[in-house]
């Protein structure tokens, strides 16, 4: 026998309470998609060049979208902004091309 005295289990280790998890990070997918127009500014659409859309297009949008497809092609994401940017101003590119498209297409109808 040893001469120890073992304490009472309550004593032995105090319980502490689990730090709480962080709350996970939303995936990619979960995020909220943002894009950029790189195209013209279009007053009638209130379409400004450079405008950041977070998550879904505003109806406006999809309504000039649906008369002049290729808008799509100008509203583009976030990470290709600088490239596409630079090349909606620079003639011979594609979105400067596309750019001139929808515009003369979008003022030349009703809006």
Same mark, same amino acid.
């Given at each position: 026998?040893? $001469?120890?005295?073992?304490?009472? =289990?309550?004593?032995?280790?105090?319980?502490?309470?689990?730090?709480?998890?962080?709350?996970?990070?939303?995936?990619?997918?979960?995020? =909220?998609?943002?894009?950029?127009?790189?195209?013209?500014?279009?007053?009638?659409?209130?379409?400004?060049?450079?405008?950041?859309?977070?998550?879904?297009?505003?109806?406006?949008?999809?309504?000039?979208?649906?008369? =002049?497809?290729?808008?799509?092609?100008?509203?583009? $994401?976030?990470?290709?902004?600088?490239? =596409?940017?630079? $090349?909606?101003?620079?003639?011979?590119?594609?979105?400067?091309?596309?750019?001139?498209?929808?515009?003369?297409?979008?003022?030349?109808?009703?809006?």
């Amino acid at each position: 026998m040893s $001469d120890k005295k073992e304490a009472p =289990a309550t004593e032995q280790k105090k319980q502490t309470k689990p730090k709480p998890a962080p709350a996970p990070k939303p995936r990619k997918e979960q995020r =909220a998609q943002q894009r950029i127009y790189v195209g013209p500014s279009i007053r009638a659409l209130g379409l400004v060049h450079a405008t950041v859309f977070k998550g879904d297009l505003p109806r406006r949008v999809q309504d000039a979208i649906a008369r =002049a497809p290729d808008l799509e092609r100008l509203i583009v $994401d976030v990470s290709k902004a600088p490239v =596409a940017l630079r $090349d909606a101003g620079t003639e011979g590119t594609a979105y400067h091309i596309i750019s001139q498209r929808v515009a003369a297409k979008l003022a030349t109808k009703e809006v």
